[in-house]
Structures are given as structure tokens and as C-alpha cells.
Nanobody, 123 residues
Framework: QVQLVESGGGLVQAGGSLRLSCATS????????VGWFRQAPGKEREFVAA????????YYADSVKGRFTISRDNAKNTVYLQMNSLKPEDTAVYYC????????????????WGQGTQVTVSS
């Protein structure tokens, strides 16, 4: 069983920054992807960013490209999402998830999920 624990959410003013962390229990091996998704009230869960565990490939939604950076620390089994230039529309619960076999942008194709962390950006 893979466990994922997110942290780092909070309240920030527009233009500010936050760094989310996703601590995973999945063993380090190539072939799986860790992704970040977010869900705002009344909206569907949407893809934000993803990184292959080997680290050579990263993927971003157009809405966050140039503002968010995903990275990983294999020694700590942790994936980070650095969020800069935050906007009120970034307000959502952010989830990290694991896709064991690919690098999907589709939430339904991820196999394990964390409990989520709230990010609120005030205007």
C-alpha cells in the first residue's frame, strides 16, 4: 500500500509563494509518476503538474506553466510543488497522487492519492 502525505498549504496573498510537499512511501523505481492535482469548490479535479520518478521529465498544465515548478528528492522520497506568483484562481485543495505505470494527466488513471492540502490565495 502506497501512502502519500501532503503538507505546505495555507493562506497567501496574490503574488505570493508557497511550497507544497508530498512525502511518499512508494519505493524508488523507474516507471511511475507523481502528479499534483487540484480541486476548487464546485469544480472537477484538474491536473497541475507531474514528474517521472527518474526526474528527467516534467509536465505542467498551461495555467501554471512558468509559475509552478515540480521537483523531487529521491533520498527523501518527496516531491515538491513550488508555486510562485499565486493568483486567487489557484485557490483549491491540492492533492498529490501516484500513477504506477505511466505519466497521465487524467486523475482517474492515478492509483494512489493523498488527503489533500488547502491553498487559499486572497486578492
Amino acid at each position: 500500500q502506497v501512502q502519500l502525505v501532503e503538507s505546505g498549504g495555507g493562506l497567501v496573498q496574490a503574488g505570493g509563494s508557497l511550497r507544497l510537499s508530498c512525502a511518499t512511501s512508494v519505493r524508488t523505481y523507474s516507471g511511475y509518476t507523481v502528479g499534483w492535482f487540484r480541486q476548487a469548490p464546485g469544480k472537477e479535479r484538474e491536473f497541475v503538474a507531474a514528474i517521472r520518478w527518474s526526474g528527467e521529465s516534467t509536465y505542467y498544465a498551461d495555467s501554471v506553466k512558468g509559475r509552478f515548478t515540480i521537483s523531487r528528492d529521491n533520498a527523501k522520497n518527496t516531491v515538491y510543488l513550488q508555486m510562485n506568483s499565486l493568483k486567487p484562481e489557484d485557490t483549491a485543495v491540492y492533492y498529490c497522487a501516484v500513477d504506477l505505470y505511466g505519466s497521465s494527466r487524467i486523475a482517474g488513471e492515478y492509483h494512489y492519492w493523498g488527503q489533500g492540502t488547502q491553498v487559499t490565495v486572497s486578492s
